[in-house]
């Protein structure tokens, strides 16, 4: 996104990092600037060598000026970075969350307090791009481009930002994905691309017998008829959950929330060549080619599955659990979160869930709307925000 924003003339395109010496590491690998490579549609490749004006650990540096903030880090590390930007930002900032991950308005709110009021939260659902890392700080590959791509915007009553809101961000992305403004911030909550990697793990790990593979296997393309079946019917609820919120908040559009294989069509058509149903329409998505489960190495050649990788560590706590405390104050019953959620969070050692209610000690680790005092469906429908 850096290198992306740094080849716009009117953009100057700064890059914070908090994370140890990551600054320093960097700003030597750019002295011969940074190669991006897009891997086509149609197979051929293109180059983009880029350079940020400025990579710093210091959030002053950073921040001050700056009209559109991206945050881009993993969702753990959100909090770290609000509180780091907070006392340098202006008034009429937009703050994107690209991804935000569920409950990251929630946590925008109550981290920048009245200053929040001042801003404009748009949260994407998903990255743009499938990505991978080739050389830290020098070199990235965009294995694929998603199609479209929605983002909601909330923007605080005091805020008085004038220009259209996404067109920034289109205008860096460049034609692809195409952009669209989701109706409001529930709804790209319910459709956050959070739900897809724990269901896929819970299914492919909660029989193993623990014993080393002799390969990381694939993860989008290794998707079976289990994780399916699991990962649609956490989708079912979500659309449950959107209808069920449609019927009580009179006016409320709920119609961007859609089932994860039509998802999956929208985004990624271009991409797939068997769209006959959810787990062919993932297992031939050439956007994610090679794309592997998180593993560990106990010895060479021998892997274990990484239980503390993002794929549980951030999308449960972050992702589908804010979607459970979204679909309680609906009242819609969730079987297919419930036993994803229980499953995951025996992994990370914490209590979410007991029996099928959001009334564990550790709730207070997620960003689940109850933690934010959000006790009935009308409160995350009033405010000093405009959805």
Same mark, same amino acid.
């Given at each position: 996104?850096?290198? !992306?924003?740094? =080849?716009?003339?009117?953009?100057?395109?700064?890059?914070? /990092?908090?994370?140890?010496?990551?600054?320093?590491?960097?700003?030597?690998?750019?002295?011969?600037?940074?190669?991006?490579?897009?891997?086509?549609?149609?197979?051929?490749?293109?180059?983009?060598?880029?350079?940020?004006?400025?990579?710093?650990?210091?959030?002053?540096?950073?921040?001050?000026?700056?009209?559109?903030?991206?945050?881009?880090?993993?969702?753990?590390?959100?909090?770290?970075?609000?509180?780091?930007?907070?006392?340098?930002?202006?008034?009429? /900032?937009?703050?994107?969350?690209?991804?935000?991950?569920?409950?990251?308005?929630?946590?925008?709110?109550?981290? +920048?307090?009245?200053?929040?009021?001042?801003?404009?939260?748009?949260?994407?659902?998903?990255?743009?791009?499938?990505?991978?890392?080739?050389?830290?700080?020098?070199?990235? &590959?965009?294995?694929?481009?998603?199609?479209?791509?929605?983002?909601?915007?909330?923007?605080?009553?005091?805020?008085?930002?004038?220009?259209?809101?996404?067109? =920034?961000?289109?205008?860096?992305?460049?034609?692809?994905?195409? !952009?669209?403004?989701?109706?409001?911030?529930?709804?790209?909550?319910?459709?956050?691309?959070? /739900?897809?990697?724990?269901?896929?793990?819970?299914?492919?790990?909660?029989?193993?017998?623990?014993?080393?593979?002799?390969?990381?296997?694939?993860?989008?393309?290794?998707?079976?008829?289990?994780?399916?079946?699991?990962?649609?019917?956490?989708?079912? &609820?979500?659309?449950?959950?959107?209808?069920?919120?449609?019927?009580?908040?009179?006016?409320?559009?709920?119609?961007? %929330?859609?089932?994860?294989?039509?998802?999956? +069509?929208?985004?990624?058509?271009?991409?797939?060549?068997?769209?006959?149903? +959810?787990?062919?329409?993932?297992?031939?998505?050439?956007?994610?080619?090679? !794309?592997?489960?998180?593993?560990?190495?106990?010895?060479?050649?021998?892997?274990?599955?990484?239980?503390?990788?993002?794929?549980?560590?951030?999308?449960?706590?972050?992702?589908?659990?804010?979607?459970?405390?979204?679909?309680?104050?609906?009242?819609?019953?969730?079987?297919? +979160?419930?036993?994803?959620?229980?499953?995951?969070?025996?992994?990370?050692?914490?209590?979410?869930? %007991?029996?099928?209610?959001?009334?564990?000690?550790?709730?207070?680790?997620?960003?689940?709307?109850?933690?934010?005092?959000?006790?009935?469906?009308?409160?995350?429908?009033?405010?000093?925000?405009?959805?």
């Amino acid at each position: 996104l850096a290198g !992306l924003a740094s =080849l716009k003339s009117n953009i100057e395109s700064r890059v914070l /990092t908090l994370y140890s010496d990551e600054a320093e590491r960097w700003t030597a690998k750019l002295e011969s600037g940074l190669l991006i490579t897009v891997r086509n549609d149609d197979g051929s490749e293109s180059l983009i060598q880029t350079k940020p004006s400025m990579v710093t650990k210091d959030p002053k540096e950073a921040v001050s000026g700056a009209h559109y903030i991206f945050i881009v880090v993993p969702a753990f590390a959100h909090t770290s970075y609000l509180d780091a930007i907070n006392p340098y930002m202006g008034k009429n /900032t937009v703050i994107v969350g690209l991804p935000g991950q569920a409950g990251f308005e929630f946590e925008c709110v109550d981290l +920048l307090g009245d200053k929040a009021k001042h801003c404009t939260i748009v949260t994407f659902e998903s990255l743009p791009w499938a990505c991978r890392l080739i050389e830290f700080g020098k070199n990235v &590959e965009i294995l694929g481009i998603k199609d479209t791509l929605g983002a909601s915007v909330l923007k605080g009553e005091q805020c008085f930002e004038t220009r259209p809101i996404l067109d =920034l961000s289109q205008y860096i992305f460049g034609d692809k994905p195409k !952009l669209r403004c989701v109706q409001n911030y529930i709804a790209i909550t319910l459709m956050a691309d959070s /739900t897809v990697h724990p269901p896929i793990m819970y299914g492919k790990w909660s029989q193993w017998n623990g014993i080393p593979l002799s390969e990381k296997p694939l993860f989008y393309q290794g998707i079976d008829e289990r994780q399916a079946e699991l990962l649609s019917g956490v989708s079912d &609820e979500c659309l449950a959950t959107a209808k069920a919120i449609k019927k009580k908040v009179p006016g409320l559009d709920m119609s961007d %929330v859609i089932h994860v294989f039509d998802w999956y +069509l929208k985004h990624y058509n271009s991409h797939i060549t068997n769209k006959s149903n +959810l787990m062919m329409a993932m297992k031939t998505n050439k956007a994610y080619d090679g !794309l592997v489960h998180p593993m560990k190495a106990v010895e060479p050649g021998k892997y274990v599955p990484d239980f503390t990788y993002r794929y549980i560590r951030e999308d449960v706590s972050m992702g589908i659990v804010p979607i459970k405390g979204i679909a309680e104050l609906a009242g819609i019953s969730t079987p297919y +979160l419930d036993e994803v959620i229980t499953w995951c969070q025996g992994k990370l050692n914490k209590e979410f869930l %007991v029996g099928n209610k959001l009334t564990g000690k550790d709730l207070k680790d997620t960003r689940a709307p109850q933690k934010y005092g959000y006790n009935k469906l009308e409160d995350l429908f009033t405010g000093n925000y405009s959805i």
